[in-house]
């Protein structure tokens, strides 16, 4: 396995553009998170999938901020109308949590991908 | 509100000890988690507390107190290499990451 793969690693937009980031997560995995993160910040929870279902999306995340992962594996996030202040890194992780366990359910992160918004 | 401190920057020699502080304030406490983050990297998980006392992995060494809402990260026999920000996460109530800004480790030699 080759961990949790991020596509692309750097995206460099005009401020109103829409963009797209696709994470494939480790195979076994049936969580995939999603968070932002700024530069001196730890990272920002914005939403996590349980197989293909939804579970949670953050209240700081804005209508223009949609996340998919229709098959139960890879997923995609796309920000609509960018703002310069989306600008960060959007990181994805994944990890195994067996029902009703209360286990570690430690994350494995991607490499992220780099967007800037002009 | 939820929170989790910890110092920002840490200054520390080669081949010496440094630990690295957390405290926290969370609805709830559901295991506490330390990720190594090198720049322009992913964070990669170090080390999880979920009952009191000292979790030993090689160089490195994670305590936690429940009671005290408190944890450190302890590195010995420091290299180069570890020059990384180190990340705090405690797992709350619900389940969801709350995540430390981050402590940015510089090794000098």
């Known amino acids: 396995d080759t961990g949790v793969s991020q596509n692309p690693r750097h995206k460099i937009t005009k401020r109103g553009q829409n963009v797209t980031f696709r994470c494939d997560p480790i195979?076994?995995?049936?969580?995939l998170y999603w968070y932002r993160q700024t530069l001196g910040q730890g990272p920002e929870f914005l939403t996590y999938?349980?197989?293909?279902?939804?579970?949670?999306k953050s209240r700081l995340l804005s209508d223009r901020f949609s996340a998919e992962r229709p098959k139960g594996s890879f997923s995609t996030l796309e920000i609509q109308r960018t703002e310069q202040g989306d600008s960060a890194m959007y990181l994805c992780?994944?990890?195994?949590?067996?029902?009703?366990?209360?286990?570690?359910?430690?994350?494995?992160f991607g490499a992220g991908s780099r967007l800037t918004v002009l | 509100g939820q929170n989790i401190d910890q110092p920002t920057e840490m200054t520390a020699t080669e081949g010496a000890i440094v630990q690295i502080n957390c405290t926290y304030q969370t609805s709830g406490f559901n295991g506490l988690f330390w990720y190594q983050q090198h720049a322009g990297e992913a964070p990669t998980f170090l080390s999880y507390n979920v009952l009191d006392g000292l979790e030993e992995k090689g160089r490195f060494s994670s305590f936690l107190s429940r009671s005290k809402g408190y944890s450190y990260l302890l590195l010995k026999e420091l290299q180069m290499k570890d020059s990384a920000s180190y990340l705090c996460?405690?797992?709350?109530?619900?389940?969801?990451?709350?995540w430390g800004a981050g402590t940015k480790l510089i090794i000098k030699p």
């Open positions: 999938f349980q197989n293909e279902a939804q579970l949670e």
């Open positions: 992780a994944s990890s195994y949590q067996d029902s009703g366990s209360s286990g570690a359910n430690v994350l494995t």
């Open positions: 195979s076994e995995h049936n969580r």
């Open positions: 996460a405690v797992r709350d109530s619900n389940y969801q990451l709350i």
